[in-house]
């Protein structure tokens, strides 16, 4: 296991890059990587108890309403950058270890996290194919072929993606290639991990390159994901995620005839109703997927934070799902989710 840094040690170089990346300032930021490194915290302690603290720091400041989208967004650029300066100027030196592949799930933006992965195996001293965001599964089994990995590293931020992390883990198993999962999209204990499939699991980078440095179990025999979720054969999934657009245009349809104030937005809070409506039937069949109630209603929690946090009451999300479960009653599985997510937001308030 890589040494790291005391939190007395790397905190104080933390607070100084947070003030970087606040103030925007990059030459700043560039120098507190230097300065850390030439005062002798290492190179890991740095990018994960220094960068990766600030980004996390960044993550809880947006969603308790202190940062705007735009500055999360500079603020995550920023950081990313303060990576390659780290990446510049620490080239790890000897024989590399082997090679891995590190990439985000198709449609998952939330890069750094894999980043700050794929850096810290190249620190470790692995070759390391880093494909960044949103990566194709076609185009990560492509790339399996042509460079012949030891072992892929996906992850992925949003439970949303954890159907299509499911489709690619089980693609590079069929590879022939075991596959370590990470990130919040797997639940901070990885407890989805396991019935997509995944060979292994990682809470965080230290974590992840201790295990790959242990060796992955042999991938499974190729197979279908239905045989890992021998419940999507009743195709509720399938036939709702289908009907996805639907479900949304009729839910905000009776949002509007219903409730006098939500009739009376303008086109763009419509907009963000409807976006914000999108999310949660995304939330919706993703539990249905993995058949987790646990998963919606994790999902509304969150979401009623960072209503709160914005001014809006958590229960002003109830109306919907009651418009939801009308017209989902015919299944089976789906009125049962709901129910859980209306009584957890009830709970919250």
């Known amino acids: 296991m890589g040494a790291g840094a005391s939190p007395s040690t790397a905190e104080p170089w933390a607070r100084k890059l947070w003030d970087a990346v606040i103030a925007l300032d990059e030459d700043a930021a560039a120098d507190v990587v230097t300065g850390a490194l030439d005062s002798g915290v290492d190179a890991e302690s740095v990018l994960l108890d220094v960068i990766g603290a600030v980004q996390h720091k960044v993550g809880v400041e947006w969603a308790a309403d202190r940062l705007s989208v735009a500055q999360e967004h500079a603020a995550t650029a920023l950081n990313e950058r303060a990576v390659a300066t780290l990446s510049l100027s620490h080239r790890p030196e000897g024989e590399r270890r082997g090679r891995v592949l590190v990439a985000c799930v198709d449609q998952e933006w939330h890069a750094l996290p894999a980043r700050l992965l794929a850096e810290t195996l190249r620190l470790r001293g692995w070759q390391v194919d880093y494909l960044g965001a949103r990566t194709p599964t076609p185009h990560l089994v492509g790339h399996i072929h042509r460079t012949g990995p030891s072992a892929v590293c996906l992850s992925s931020s949003l439970s949303a993606r954890l159907p299509l992390a499911h489709a690619a883990l089980t693609a590079c198993q069929a590879a022939g290639v075991p596959v370590m999962v990470g990130g919040l999209a797997f639940g901070h204990d990885g407890r989805y991990a396991r019935p997509l499939g995944a060979d292994a699991w990682a809470p965080d980078a230290r974590t992840a390159a201790d295990r790959l440095a242990a060796g992955l179990p042999l991938p499974p025999p190729p197979h279908q994901t239905v045989h890992d979720l021998p419940h999507l054969a009743d195709q509720e999934y399938t036939l709702l995620r289908r009907d996805s657009r ?39 069949t993703t539990a249905l997927y993995l058949d987790e ?40 599985r789906a009125p049962r989710v709901l129910r859980a997510g209306r009584a957890a937001l009830r709970d919250h308030r």
């Not at 509007?256 to 907009?271: D, K, M, N, T």
């Not at 418009?323 to 015919?330: A, H, K, S, T």
């Open 293 to 332: 109630d646990g998963l919606f209603v994790d999902f509304l929690g969150w979401t009623a934070e960072i209503l709160t946090a914005r001014g809006v009451p958590a229960d002003s999300l109830l109306p919907a799902l009651d418009l939801l479960e009308e017209q989902v009653r015919d299944f089976l």
């Open 246 to 284: 639907r479900l949304v245009r009729e839910t905000l349809t009776g949002l509007r005839a219903r409730h006098p104030s939500v009739g009376a937005y303008g086109e763009e809070q419509l907009e963000r109703t409807a976006e914000d409506l999108g999310h949660i039937v995304e939330a919706l």
